[in-house]
């Protein structure tokens, strides 16, 4: 813990100016993100690709260490009744107890947010150009983190609420009561 309050003293160390031109170009960032959605089907692509990569990439890890056999990794957008999809991973085997975590693995790139973070200013110089490149990344990430409506239903079964709903249940019981 004391590290990572060194590193928000570093952080906080920066010109004011710094961290307002990242404020800025998170704005730009979603500005185009916003942009990119009205656009075509290959502005999307090129503009979603490697946070695509990154969701679909958490899916299929948490899919392999938990048991639930994928079977297929898309990353090309596919026409939908609903839209376009832009990535997908299938699995054979999802279960009460792995589809939960399958389901909201992509939250995991907030840790791997978390760990570029602290680790930034040790990889690179503290510079503006820098710490830009800092945001750009943390943005990416955070972005990217966010469960789609497909991951939500997967996570949250019925059969996942009632294993992990009892657990937890248990669990307050036991400990805070």
Known sequence: ?????????????????????GICLIVVLALLDTRAKRG???????????????HELTHLCAGTILLAKPVSLHLLPRKRSTGWQLGAVTFQRLNAFNSLPVGLAPLGLVAVAYFIFTHWTHWFPSTLSSILGAYVALFFLVYNSIPSRQDIRVAFSLGSILVYGTVLFVLYEFFWT
């Open 40 to 54: 075509g089907v290959l502005t999307i692509f090129f503009w979603n690709l490697p946070g695509v990569f990154l």
């Open 1 to 21: 813990m004391k590290d990572l309050e060194l590193v928000f003293e570093d952080v906080a160390s920066y010109p004011g100016y710094w961290h307002l031109c």
